[in-house]
């Protein structure tokens, strides 16, 4: 099984909070994803990183910021949200092989609460 | 832009019965075509894939077909269970690309 953490499981904050999402993996993979998911949706692209190197912003505004700071950790750093920003935040990994197109497999998530 | 259309959005089958899913992809250079099962509260996990180069593949009581040609592919499920019940995305991605895209979403109810 592929694994990759996600912390915290949950979170509940204020627009006018900062806080963190974390990503953990071990396998040796070398590109990141942070996707955003809302309810009965599939989830829907915000970053990636590839070789710590940031290649995808999708347009998103820059109240979400991430970082990568080694191959193992994906962080994402949320000030001033707004409510709509609720949702399931789930990071992914894929080998970033050359042969092949990359298999993405995703860590279990961060249901986040703006209140 | 890239475009994957899935079909149905919600399928309720009776237990023991086969349940198909459909995808069409808009973007002829995809080669490589995810199956992701979410549980509720669950993370997306990958059931099955196929890449362009193979027109089927089976892994036990779920099978993906691929006709290229079409640029339909589908998820077909024999023997449906209770635990089957979930939703289903399908998804298609080129080569060398880091964007998948994926469909709309099929909700599956399997009845005991």
């Known amino acids: 099984d592929t694994e990759v953490t996600q912390t915290p499981k949950h979170l509940v904050m204020g627009m006018t909070n900062k806080k963190s999402l974390k990503c953990e993996q071990h396998?040796?993979?070398?590109?990141m994803y942070w996707y955003k998911q809302k309810a009965k949706k599939p989830p829907e692209l915000m970053f990636v990183?590839?070789?710590?190197?940031?290649?995808i912003n999708e347009s998103v505004p820059s109240r979400f910021s991430p970082e990568c700071p080694n191959s193992s950790l994906l962080n994402l750093h949320l000030h001033a949200l707004q409510p709509e920003d609720s949702a399931l935040y789930l990071c992914?990994?894929?080998?970033?092989?050359?042969?092949?197109?990359?298999?993405?497999?995703f860590g279990p998530g961060t249901r986040l609460t703006v209140l | 832009g890239e475009n994957v259309e899935q079909h149905p959005s919600t399928l309720s089958v009776q237990e023991g019965d086969s349940a198909v899913i459909k995808c069409t992809y808009s973007d002829s250079a995809s080669n490589y075509f995810p199956w992701y099962k979410q549980e509720l509260g669950k993370r997306p996990q990958l059931i099955i894939d196929i890449r362009s180069n193979v027109g089927e593949k089976k892994d036990q009581r779920i099978a993906v077909t691929l006709n290229k040609t079409a640029k339909h592919f589908s998820l077909h499920i024999t023997e449906t269970q209770p635990e089957d019940s979930a939703v289903y995305f399908c998804a298609a991605s080129r080569p060398g690309g880091f964007k998948t895209i994926f469909g709309a979403g099929t909700r599956l109810f399997v009845k005991a």
């Open positions: 990183y590839s070789y710590e190197k940031l290649s």
């Open positions: 992914a990994i894929s080998p970033r092989t050359t042969q092949f197109t990359d298999t993405q497999y």
């Open positions: 396998m040796g993979h070398r590109a």
